[in-house]
């Protein structure tokens, strides 16, 4: 196929927003084509060279570019960055400045396949001198193309393509180019998709088999499958009632959405929901993997959430965005934002692919394929048939640092759905988020030993608020942010004058550090709001019973209050009004977290 047909179609598409229209042109387009060109054609029509989960990249930046179209027309790189400021688009740029094809008949008009095999030699430079290379391919190929062939060129080579045409309408397209384009068809197709996310692979299927053609593509260690998706419910009642009385509840555990695959030998790869490749940014978890596990191959599904080492307890989100995307300092990362990945699904075990079987089994396969490490842990999960439990549970999850549960049905038609969202999964979260408007004073009263990098320092203190009524102390927090080095190092000789070998009779915990100090100290923190807890004692009782008060995400402000003696700290009754006027909030309409 010429490339001047292909760009021609690209135009058409670019020209409409319609997706009936958008199908036309496609069905045509993927007609015109033998099937094995097809992946080709599909991927570029994505603006990609390879399925995306790959990660094939041009690596050609936008100055890079400028240098080459000013090379390719012959106009100077001021006149290439003016044009530039004028059009916007350097595609658009170089259709201008580049003459007319006239005059330049001397040379082959280009094929698809040829413009295909020199982005690919472009994605393929790396290392010294690979700029140069790149540029001079870019160079060749404009020289051989039409303005308007170029224009498209450029724009692929910035990953600027963008034709409108979604994954959908692709997967429409090849049903009715290679089907009769029925609801069914169409069905099998997206299924092919969903399982093996390469639209190329499944153009190439349907195309020599028809949607029979498309079953022959299986789950494979490797691909990464299209995550499944939740619906949302307004509260928990609706969520029993959907699932027929009865559900299993998980944590719903606020990172990153990790697809884990294991192969049978080899290093393993990690993808994020949205199938990129994300396996260098987590060198750990790539190393823990398979040593958590007792088979392989396998495929996992799980979240991989920022953990406070000293603590034990799950940080906010943003902390494990910070190792997104990162190409340097990784090692540091790892130390500064340590992760664990809590698994929830598997999809593929060594007996097979396990995405057609009822989650109730799906969850015992994976109880029995992992046991639990440092970094890799099952999500924790109770089965509820009622209301009350289902409050509590709830309640566990957003003390522990979770943003609410993930309902699932334990129903017979509870596989794996693909790429769907639907109500055999439900999430149910917290309504919103904001952080606490006041800092609490808090008195030690406990200390944890540290791990790695804190080994033989204080790795997190105990702290608690006075209850003046019952005149004790009472726990509301472990805190281990928040401190520098410095602050880390002088701790044990600050709170020595305190050790007592026994809790003392005033402190009111579930909890055993490593040291206990008569209440003395107190320190400012500040947090991200206070939640009901099991463990903490602070208040118990007094809003629900065997729960007491936490702060979530606790985290030292620097302050130490020396002004203050322990009685003076913050009271519980200070602590419960405090989460009163939260609560309070959330009623009068905060703000809700639509994101998904
Ligand atoms: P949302 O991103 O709010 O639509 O919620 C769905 C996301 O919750 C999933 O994509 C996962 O990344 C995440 N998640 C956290 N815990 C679980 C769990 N136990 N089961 C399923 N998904 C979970």
């Not at 393929?124 to 160079?139: N, T």
């Not at 390469?198 to 079953?215: I, K, Q, R, S």
């Not at 299986?218 to 009865?246: C, F, K, N, T, Y």
């Not at 944590?251 to 990153?256: E, P």
Request: include cysteine; charged fraction near 30%.
């Amino acid at each position: 196929m010429q490339f001047a047909d292909l760009v021609a179609d690209y135009e058409r598409l670019e020209a409409t927003s319609k997706r009936l229209e958008m199908r036309e042109i496609l069905v045509g387009l993927l007609r015109k084509v033998p099937p094995l060109e097809l992946p080709a054609l599909v991927y570029m029509m994505q603006g990609e060279l390879r399925p995306e989960f790959e990660g094939v990249e041009l690596g050609v930046a936008d100055s890079l570019a400028a240098r080459a179209v000013a090379q390719a027309t012959g106009a100077s790189e001021k006149a290439v960055s003016e044009s530039l400021r004028s059009t916007g688009d350097l595609g658009s740029t170089t259709e201008l400045l580049l003459p007319k094809r006239a005059g330049r008949l001397d040379t082959e008009p280009l094929r698809v396949e040829e413009v295909y095999a020199a982005l690919e030699r472009i994605a393929r430079a790396s290392g010294a001198g690979s700029q140069d290379l790149k540029i001079r391919i870019l160079v060749e190929l404009l020289a051989r193309s039409s303005p308007a062939e170029a224009k498209y060129a450029v724009r692929f080579v910035l990953g600027k393509l963008r034709l409108g045409v979604r994954e959908m309408t692709i997967v429409d397209a090849l049903s009715f180019a290679f089907a009769d384009g029925s609801k069914e068809a169409r069905g099998q197709v997206e299924a092919a998709y969903n399982r093996s996310s390469d639209l190329g692979l499944v153009a190439e299927h349907v195309a020599t088999g028809g949607v029979h053609g498309v079953e022959k593509i299986h789950i494979q260690v490797g691909r990464p499958i299209r995550p499944m998706l939740a619906e949302r419910s307004p509260d928990l009642s609706d969520v029993l009632r959907r699932m027929d009385g009865r559900a299993a509840l998980e944590y719903k555990y606020d990172g990153l959405r990790v697809q884990g695959h294991v192969p049978a030998e080899g290093p393993v790869q990690l993808f994020s929901r949205r199938l990129e490749s994300i396996s260098t940014q987590f060198p750990e978890l790539v190393k823990e993997l398979p040593k958590a596990l007792r088979h392989r191959p396998a495929i996992v599904e799980g979240e991989c959430v920022p953990v406070d080492p000293e603590t034990d307890e799950l940080r906010p989100f943003q902390e494990v965005s910070r190792r997104r995307g990162r190409k340097y300092d990784l090692e540091r990362l790892q130390e500064e934002v340590p992760v664990r990945l809590f698994l929830f699904d598997v999809l593929l075990d060594h007996e097979g692919p396990t995405v057609d079987k009822p989650f109730p089994e799906r969850r015992r396969a994976l109880e029995a394929l992992v046991h639990d490490s440092e970094r890799v842990r099952l999500a924790t999960q109770r089965i509820v048939d009622s209301e009350p439990e289902a409050e509590k549970f709830f309640d566990e999850a957003i003390s522990a640092g979770c943003e609410g549960v993930m309902a699932k049905s334990l129903s017979e038609g509870s596989t794996y759905r693909a790429g769907a969202r639907g109500f055999w999964w439900i999430k149910y979260k917290r309504e919103y988020t904001h952080a606490l408007a006041d800092s609490i004073d808090g008195v030690v009263v406990g200390a944890f030993y540290g791990h790695g990098r804190r080994g033989g320092r204080y790795g997190a203190l105990l702290l608690a608020v006075y209850d003046s009524d019952e005149d004790r102390f009472e726990t509301f927090c472990k805190v281990g942010s928040g401190f520098d080095d410095a602050t880390l190092e002088a701790l044990p000789s600050k709170l020595k004058p305190f050790e007592v070998p026994e809790k003392p009779e005033s402190v009111f915990t579930e909890l055993k550090p490593d040291v206990w100090f008569r209440p003395a100290v107190v320190l400012e923190v500040r947090g991200a709001e206070l939640t009901l807890s099991p463990i903490h004692r602070a208040g118990v009782g007094k809003i629900r019973p065997d729960a007491g008060l936490a702060l979530r995400f606790p985290r030292f402000t620097g302050r130490w209050r020396e002004d203050k003696d322990a009685e003076n700290a913050t009271t519980t009754a200070e602590l419960i009004s405090l989460y009163r006027s939260q609560v309070r909030q959330i009623s009068a309409g905060g703000s809700s977290d639509e994101a998904t």
